[in-house]
């Protein structure tokens, strides 16, 4: 049984940061790549982040780009994903997902982690 279990969500101010972390384990997993995901009140799930462990790509999605950062350690089976310059409107469950290869969607998802930004 995989399980991803996400930590580091909270309550911060605007301008603030936080850092989230993502715990991979299960006997057979191994990822592909993993990545964040958000969802806010309302509002379909969103592309944060993503990193790909060959060859160490990382993609971001617009609204983070340049204030959020993607890291991990594939023998470990975690990400990081440290955020900064936090607004309000970064406000929502994040989620922990990986994937198995290059030709499947994010097939394990963990339970998510709130974050609030409060204005």
């Known amino acids: 049984q995989v399980q991803l279990v996400e930590s580091g969500g909270g309550l911060v101010r605007t301008g603030g940061s936080l850092r989230l972390s993502c715990a991979a384990s299960g006997r057979s997993f191994s990822s592909y790549a993993m990545g964040w995901f958000r969802q806010a009140p309302g509002k379909g799930r969103e592309f944060v982040a993503a990193?790909?462990?060959?060859?160490?790509?990382?993609e971001y999605g617009s609204s983070v780009k340049g204030r959020f950062t993607i890291a991990g350690d594939n023998a470990k089976n975690t990400v990081y994903l440290e955020m900064s310059s936090l607004a309000p409107e970064d406000t929502a469950v994040y989620f922990c997902?990986?994937?198995?290869?290059?030709?499947?969607?994010?097939?394990?998802w963990g339970q998510g982690t709130q974050v609030t930004v409060s204005s």
């Open positions: 990193k790909t462990w060959s060859g160490g790509r990382t």
């Open positions: 997902a990986a994937r198995s290869s290059p030709m499947s969607p994010y097939n394990y």
